[in-house]
């Protein structure tokens, strides 16, 4: 876990948001850096990894996932810093903090892939919502905003991984198509 002294620590700067309200912040965002970092990872194991008849198509996607991610790395470690926080960003704090359950190494098939990612997505986005009320309750709306920025792509990244997982089936009944979906909401996500 994230050693308190230095994730609670701050350096001088003269923004305007209180001290108190920016160690809750700085906190929340190194946890959110964490997590994004081990997703990165995660979407590149799978870039790897996958195999089957969708192996070009999913391998483009993941990777595409991987560098949109990477760019928000970015981002979040440099608001930690913005507001005097120290980022913690290494391979072993992303490892030891992050709120996104380990990566199944032993998987291969494609769909499997895209189920694992679904999963990871989905605990995510709502992690970023939820820091959208938390900095948003203490009066941080630049970070409540770019916790909204990022949560907007995230959504639309779940949809496209979700894609590939809905089941439509055509029925010719009276002549019309009727669809069916199969959802399987992940642990922890209500």
């Known amino acids: 876990m994230i050693d308190n002294t230095i994730s609670s620590r701050l350096f001088p700067t003269r923004i305007d948001i209180p001290a108190a309200a920016r160690v809750q912040i700085v906190v929340l965002l190194n946890q959110t850096l964490a997590a994004t970092s081990d997703l990165k990872t995660q979407a590149k194991q799978a870039h790897w990894n996958v195999k089957g008849t969708d192996f070009y198509q999913l391998h483009l ?19 930690v810093t913005a507001l005097g926080g120290y980022a913690l960003g290494t391979a072993r704090a992303a490892a030891s903090n992050s709120i996104l359950p380990e990566y199944p190494f032993d998987i291969l098939d494609g769909k499997d892939h895209v189920t694992a990612l679904a999963d990871r997505y989905a605990l995510y986005a709502k992690h970023l919502r939820e820091a959208i009320a938390k900095t948003d309750e203490l009066d941080d709306l630049d970070t409540a905003d770019l916790y909204t920025e990022i949560s907007r792509t995230i959504d639309k990244r779940l949809w496209f991984l979700e894609a590939h997982l809905q089941v439509a089936e055509i029925k010719a009944e009276n002549g019309k198509a009727a669809t069916t979906t199969t959802q399987k909401i992940p642990a922890g996500v209500k």
């Not at 990777?63 to 928000?72: I, P, S, W």
């Open 61 to 79: 996607l993941f990777d595409e996932l991987a560098v949109e991610l990477e760019e928000y790395v970015d981002m979040v470690a440099e608001r």
